[in-house]
């Protein structure tokens, strides 16, 4: 089969309808299912439009004197509105035709149209495996006649959008078909590609992007034939927001999620009167000044059009202007940086071990890959913002744990006004000969009873896009749903809207944005009992509860 390519850019718009025949069903991962779950409570009220739920917010407020702890349990009461009906959504990425880019698309399709194909080890079926929303389950409670507990997918927690409904297009500085940049990619099987080429083929060229040589580097220049003209971050802004409200019109779409999922930038310098205010911002943005970068104006671009923006790269592109700026606008945003293969894992042992009294003394990290990305990390500026977002990740577990870590000493400088941390190295090389096929190493040295020693290592191979691709799909699905709820506080009447910073995306994140003057909470299973609780809440239900207490009574 072949498709003429459009001459134009078409920045991807809807995808064709299919007249391929899958030979297998769906995958449960990729099923669509009705709205089967309901909560009869005097806490929880449906109506056609809304859910509205009571939830009290329990904690403790904990005051200490002369070492001495007093605790205060607390209930907050709340309510939660969340508008049931899933508007037409699209997905603008930024990076369109890159691996994750263009991977997304196809693996929509094939999931869309029910696209088999034939792999060595036999007929593959397309599937959403990877994604939390789509392919984990939340448990909910027992099944009385059995004592059973049961689960149900968390994606029918609360209304979604489903994957395959997405609308996608975004920009890219390269202008390669979208056809033609799933092939240079190399990520998916050949028979896969051989079949959904057509329908790439009509997704067209990604729209011109910004680009700026001193934020990525300099071995990305031949790609770059597909950009804005010209010098003005003004014109380039007011660009792209026109950009995105054509998008929207010419779809009809009801929401559209901004993503950034191109190359990993330099950090941006933060210099008071350029990027510390929201009005400086902007300013900043109309006199052209050169610590602007692509992913902050475009990140600009669309909270200024109401529109919410998630980071999917390590650089800080949420300056604290651009953090104003979406809290003035009321405009969501969220990331920083997809967490898919060796923080993810390191969130999780790092936790364990600190958890069971183990001080980890040392954690080296080495990475090599060959995709484009491991390509513009190979130069020191960009490596550097991927080294800070994978160095965090074990801040918050060693602050909780000040039996194994000195805390950090008042009026002191450097180490010392940290505290003690274990030493921690991360290491990225490009190896173009591996592809998309990451290797992740990683040693944990740490101190165990009486001055004994305990060595872990982990060797980790992974598919890079493949992992993160999925992500990409549960960050745009949560963004989306997060903007359909609101809540109330006691002694509010209006409904408002959650917050600017969207800090429930964390899970999915390397380097959390959490609203400013709280701590970023980085224990990978903290995130996901935070993500459980708060969908749960938002039906009515308490959060979870490993108790078991019919377990342990008579």
């Not at 330099?266 to 205010?277: A, E, K, L, M, Q």
């Not at 969220?334 to 001080?359: C, R």
């Not at 509010?492 to 909470?521: E, N, R």
Request: proline share 6%; glycine share 8%; net charge negative.
């Amino acid at each position: 089969m072949s498709t003429q390519l459009p001459a134009t850019n078409s920045s991807g718009y809807n995808t064709p309808n299919s007249e391929l025949e899958s030979i297998v069903p769906v995958h449960p991962t990729a099923v669509r299912r009705p709205n089967y779950i309901t909560v009869q409570s005097e806490n929880t009220v449906y109506t056609d439009d809304h859910i509205t739920a009571k939830y009290f917010n329990r904690g403790a407020d904990v005051v200490v004197s002369d070492g001495q702890f007093t605790i205060l349990p607390t209930a907050k009461p709340y309510e939660f509105q969340t508008t049931r009906k899933v508007g037409k959504t699209g997905l603008m990425m930024i990076g369109l035709g890159g691996n994750n880019g263009s991977t997304l698309c196809a693996t929509i399709i094939a999931n869309k149209h029910q696209i088999a194909w034939h792999t060595k080890e036999g007929i593959q079926q397309p599937n959403y495996i990877g994604s939390v929303l789509r392919a984990s389950t939340v448990r909910i409670g027992t099944e009385p006649s059995t004592g059973k507990e049961v689960h149900v997918p968390i994606s029918d927690v609360l209304p979604m959008v489903h994957p395959n409904d997405l609308v996608l297009g975004g920009w890219d500085i390269s202008g390669l078909p979208m056809d033609k940049a799933m092939e240079r990619a190399k990520v998916l099987d050949y028979d896969l590609q051989r079949q959904v080429k057509p329908h790439m083929a009509l997704l067209g060229r990604p729209l011109p992007s910004i680009y700026y040589p001193d934020f990525i580097a300099a071995n990305q220049e031949a790609r770059a034939d597909n950009v804005v003209p010209g010098t003005d971050k003004q014109v380039h802004l007011e660009h792209v927001r026109a950009d995105i409200r054509r998008f929207k019109a010419e779809n009809q779409l009801d929401r559209v999620v901004v993503f950034w999922t191109a190359n990993t930038e330099r950090y941006s310098d933060i210099i008071p009167g350029v990027n510390d205010t929201a009005d400086n911002v902007l300013a900043a943005i109309k006199n052209s000044h050169s610590e602007v970068s692509p992913s902050t104006l475009f990140a600009v671009a669309a909270i200024l059009e109401g529109e919410p923006f998630v980071n999917g790269a390590p650089q800080n592109t949420f300056v604290p202007g651009v953090i104003a700026l979406a809290e003035r606008e009321k405009s969501f945003i969220g990331g920083d940086d997809l967490k898919s293969g060796q923080t993810k894992l390191k969130s999780v042992l790092a936790e364990f071990l600190v958890n069971a009294g183990i001080k980890p003394l040392s954690i080296a990290s080495y990475n090599h890959l060959g995709n484009n990305d491991g390509h513009n990390l190979s130069a020191e500026p960009q490596f550097k913002s991927k080294e800070i977002s994978k160095s965090s990740v074990v801040d918050d577990m060693v602050d909780a744990n000040r039996l194994l870590y000195k805390p950090p000493v008042l009026g002191a400088t450097g180490k010392a006004a940290k505290g003690e941390h274990p030493d921690h190295i991360v290491v990225i090389k490009y190896v173009p000969a591996v592809g998309d096929s990451k290797r992740a190493i990683d040693e944990y040295y740490s101190e165990i009873f009486c001055g004994g020693r305990q060595t872990i290592n982990i060797f980790n191979e992974c598919e890079d896009s493949l992992l993160a691709t999925p992500l990409i799909l549960d960050l745009t699905i949560l963004t989306e749903l997060l903007t359909r709820v609101k809540y109330r506080g006691e002694g509010q009447t209006d409904f408002a809207p959650l917050h600017a910073v969207l800090s429930l995306l964390s899970y999915m994140c390397k380097a959390p944005l959490v609203k400013p003057g709280t701590d970023v909470v980085n224990s990978l299973g903290r995130q996901r009992n935070a993500l459980e609780s708060f969908l749960k809440a938002c039906i009515g239900l308490e959060g979870n509860s490993d108790l078991l207490l019919e377990t342990r009574i008579w």
